[in-house]
C-alpha cells in the first residue's frame, strides 16, 4: 500500500524519446530497458508481487469471465479442471486467455484501491509528461490517455495470438512494463510477434523495468507459461489510446 515515503512515479530522465522513436518507427515495436528510476521500479514490484488482490481472468465462447480475488481458488478442483481444459481446447484453434490480473484503470474509474500504489501509475501514465513521450515515441500526437491492467502470468497462463485492433476504442499502440525477475527464456511467457507467414518474427522475454511498445494492429501473443518456471511473471499493460 502507498506511503508518505513511496518514490513519485518519474520516468528515467536519462531516455531519449526521440532515438526510442526512429526504432518504433523502423520495426513498429520497441524494447526501452530501464524505463523507471531503479526506486520507483523496486516500489512498482513490490506492489504486484506483495500488495495486488489477483483475479483470475478466462476467456469462454465469446466471452470474458472474471474470478474475482479468491474465487478460482473457491471452485472445486474438479470443476477448475474442467475449465481449463476447454480454455485449453479453444486456444487450440482461436483466441483464448488465461491468467491473473488487476484492472487498474477500472478500480480506479470506480473509487476501488485508490491506496494501491499501481494507482500512482496509472495516474502517471495519464499525465502530460508521459503522454508526451508516448506521443513523440509513437509518433502519434492524437494519443490522449492510457488504460491499464496489471497482469501474472504463472505456469499454466497463456495469451494466444490476437492483434489488438477494436475500431471503437482507438488504440494507438500497446504497451507492457515488466517487473519480472529473473526468468529464463525456455520457462515461457514470451511476448511473441508473428510475420504474414505465422513464423516467429521477434519474441521478448520477461525482463525487470522494461517497456515494451507496439503498433496495434500487430499480431502478438504471450506464450504458455511452463511448469519449468519458478516464479510469476508480472507486468503493467494497456492501450495508448485517441479520446
Same mark, same amino acid.
Given at each position: 500500500?502507498?506511503?508518505?515515503?513511496?518514490?513519485?512515479?518519474?520516468?528515467?530522465?536519462?531516455?531519449?524519446?526521440?532515438?526510442?522513436?526512429?526504432?518504433?518507427?523502423?520495426?513498429?515495436?520497441?524494447?526501452?530497458?530501464?524505463?523507471?528510476?531503479?526506486?520507483?521500479?523496486?516500489?512498482?514490484?513490490?506492489?504486484? =508481487? $506483495?500488495?495486488?488482490?489477483?483475479?483470475?481472468? #478466462?476467456?469462454?465462447?465469446? @466471452?470474458?469471465?472474471?474470478?474475482?480475488? !479468491? &474465487?478460482?481458488?473457491?471452485?472445486?478442483?474438479?470443476?477448475?479442471?474442467?475449465?481449463?481444459?476447454?480454455?485449453?481446447?479453444?486456444?487450440?484453434?482461436?483466441?483464448?486467455?488465461?491468467?491473473?490480473?488487476?484492472?487498474?484503470?477500472?478500480?480506479?474509474?470506480?473509487?476501488?484501491?485508490?491506496?494501491?500504489?499501481?494507482?500512482?501509475?496509472?495516474?502517471?501514465?495519464?499525465?502530460?509528461?508521459?503522454?508526451?513521450?508516448?506521443?513523440?515515441?509513437?509518433?502519434?500526437?492524437?494519443?490522449?490517455?492510457?488504460?491499464?491492467?496489471?497482469?501474472?502470468?504463472?505456469?499454466?497462463?497463456?495469451?494466444?495470438?490476437?492483434?489488438?485492433?477494436? =475500431? $471503437?476504442?482507438?488504440?494507438?499502440?500497446?504497451? #507492457?512494463?515488466?517487473?519480472? @525477475?529473473?526468468?529464463?527464456?525456455?520457462? !515461457? &511467457?514470451?511476448?511473441?510477434?508473428?510475420?504474414?507467414?505465422?513464423?516467429?518474427?521477434?519474441?521478448?522475454?520477461?525482463?525487470?523495468?522494461?517497456?515494451?511498445?507496439?503498433?496495434?494492429?500487430?499480431?502478438?501473443?504471450?506464450?504458455?507459461?511452463?511448469?519449468?518456471?519458478?516464479?510469476?511473471?508480472?507486468?503493467?499493460?494497456?492501450?495508448?489510446?485517441?479520446?
Amino acid at each position: 500500500m502507498q506511503s508518505d515515503t513511496d518514490p513519485i512515479v518519474r520516468l528515467n530522465p536519462g531516455l531519449d524519446p526521440r532515438t526510442i522513436a526512429a526504432v518504433f518507427a523502423r520495426h513498429g515495436r520497441a524494447h526501452i530497458p530501464g524505463i523507471f528510476p531503479v526506486d520507483v521500479a523496486e516500489r512498482i514490484h513490490r506492489a504486484l =508481487v $506483495e500488495e495486488t488482490p489477483w483475479s483470475r481472468v #478466462v476467456s469462454g465462447t465469446s @466471452r470474458h469471465y472474471d474470478f474475482g480475488p !479468491g &474465487g478460482w481458488e473457491a471452485i472445486p478442483a474438479d470443476k477448475r479442471r474442467e475449465i481449463e481444459q476447454a480454455v485449453l481446447a479453444m486456444g487450440r484453434t482461436g483466441f483464448a486467455y488465461f491468467y491473473e490480473n488487476f484492472p487498474v484503470a477500472d478500480l480506479h474509474a470506480a473509487g476501488r484501491n485508490l491506496e494501491s500504489y499501481l494507482m500512482r501509475v496509472y495516474e502517471f501514465l495519464n499525465s502530460a509528461e508521459f503522454l508526451a513521450f508516448a506521443r513523440i515515441v509513437v509518433g502519434a500526437p492524437q494519443i490522449a490517455l492510457a488504460d491499464s491492467q496489471a497482469t501474472c502470468y504463472r505456469p499454466g497462463d497463456f495469451l494466444t495470438q490476437h492483434d489488438d485492433l477494436v =475500431v $471503437e476504442k482507438k488504440r494507438r499502440a500497446a504497451y #507492457v512494463f515488466n517487473f519480472t @525477475r529473473p526468468w529464463h527464456a525456455d520457462w !515461457g &511467457g514470451q511476448l511473441q510477434f508473428l510475420d504474414a507467414d505465422g513464423h516467429l518474427a521477434e519474441g521478448y522475454t520477461p525482463a525487470f523495468n522494461a517497456l515494451n511498445l507496439l503498433r496495434v494492429p500487430q499480431p502478438h501473443s504471450v506464450s504458455y507459461v511452463t511448469p519449468l518456471a519458478s516464479g510469476a511473471r508480472y507486468s503493467i499493460t494497456g492501450w495508448l489510446r485517441e479520446r
